[in-house]
């Protein structure tokens, strides 16, 4: 076969000296990392770039949307605009670009470096505002506990956008579950949706747990993602089966006693958060932390032990390089 016709599928790309993440760290775990030669890439694509690990057995629908990732980013590069990264797909009704915008750190007191570093200490980890004052203190940084909550709440939005923009396609395998929260003193349900590798899709916080709230979920879901799964796995709760009636789903939709262990899994991280907060204090200011932490976690969330610890130290490194692609300031 011709080197030139070869469709070879990309980790990373490493243009003008510039990381760029490109594989969730789940679907290369699930077949191996095998190393692909650099002058077999360069023979494909030309001079000025190469690759870097990747899994050679990877999905047909992951490696169409790689593939078309890793035009792009050259296509980029040869017009000279390259330096922000883009996600898109060449499947058929779905082309999703959305371009990450530089942070304006303008008017603030404090460097960039310092305010970046809170926001990321903060989602991250489970620490409340105080804890990231004390953790900077440490540090020589003194900062008050208000300044940090507002930094999260203005950079917060933003960067989560540009992460997810940088986020590959999920899989076409979604888990679809609810929880209860106790807001503001008022029974709501956190509705949650999320692939086979744990990659939280969507979190939607709603006040009923009927066909209306599922159809609301499934509807933005479907409008966010740009495409129809196969398989869809819910518990038994029917407001699930009306709600895909009702969008005339046509594929699998399975139900099970611990089918959808996925998605109650995933429920923990955020149970956890809200018990260091002491609970949410309104469905807005829910809906919003949900959301940007949802874009952290699955950015840095690596399941270390399922991988070795040298990949795993790969996998940490493209998660802060996409974290710094994300929050990199404006001129």
Same mark, same amino acid.
């Not at 898109?88 to 305010?115: C, K, Y």
């Not at 609301?216 to 740009?226: A, P, S």
């Given at each position: ?6 469709? %070879?599928?990309?980790? +990373? ?16 775990? $699930? ?5 692909? &030669? ?20 990877? +999905? ?13 980013? *050259? ?6 605009? !390259? ?20 942070? &304006? =750190?303008?008017?603030?007191? =404090?460097?960039?470096?310092? *305010? ?83 990659? %939280? ?30 398989? *869809?796995?819910?518990?038994?709760? $029917?407001? !699930? ?47 919003? =932390? ?6 952290? !976690? ?23 390089? &996409? ?9």
């Amino acid at each position: 076969m011709d080197m030139a016709d070869e469709a %070879v599928p990309f980790h +990373e790309l490493l243009v003008g000296g510039r990381s760029v993440s490109g594989v969730r760290p789940d679907a290369a775990r $699930r077949v191996g990392l095998v190393e692909k &030669s650099i002058a077999q890439t360069a023979a494909l694509i030309g001079s000025g770039v190469r690759r870097a690990p990747f899994a050679n057995e990877a +999905e047909t629908v992951a490696k169409r949307r790689w593939h078309a990732r890793a035009r792009r980013k *050259i296509a980029d590069k040869l017009r000279g605009s !390259y330096g922000i990264e883009t996600l898109a797909t060449n499947e058929p009704g779905h082309v999703l670009d959305w371009v990450m915008q530089p942070i &304006s =750190f303008a008017r603030h007191r =404090f460097p960039p470096d310092i *305010i970046r570093h809170a926001v990321w200490l903060y989602l991250r980890f489970t620490l409340s505002y105080r804890d990231v004052e004390d953790l900077l203190a440490e540090r020589g940084l003194i900062v008050s506990n208000e300044s940090i909550r507002r930094w999260v709440l203005k950079f917060g939005p933003i960067i989560a956008k540009n992460l997810r923009a940088i986020r590959p396609k999920p899989h076409s395998r979604w888990h679809l579950d609810e929880m209860v929260v106790s807001i503001a003193g008022r029974q709501m349900y956190m509705w949650r949706a999320v692939d086979s590798e744990g990659e %939280v899709l969507e979190i939607l916080v709603q006040p009923q747990r009927d066909k209306a709230a599922a159809l609301q979920l499934l509807r933005k879901l479907l409008r966010r993602q740009g495409f129809v799964p196969t398989v *869809i796995v819910t518990d038994k709760l $029917r407001s !699930y089966g009306a709600a895909l009636r009702e969008i005339g789903f046509s594929g699998l939709h399975e139900q099970g006693l611990r089918a959808n262990n996925r998605a109650e899994n995933s429920h923990q991280p955020l149970r956890r958060r809200e018990r260091k907060m002491q609970g949410f204090k309104s469905i807005k200011s829910a809906q919003r =932390f949900v959301s940007v932490h949802a874009a952290v !976690y699955n950015t840095f969330n690596l399941q270390r032990h399922l991988i070795r610890r040298p990949t795993h130290r790969q996998f940490r490194t493209t998660a802060h390089n &996409s974290w710094s692609d994300a929050t990199v300031a404006a001129a």
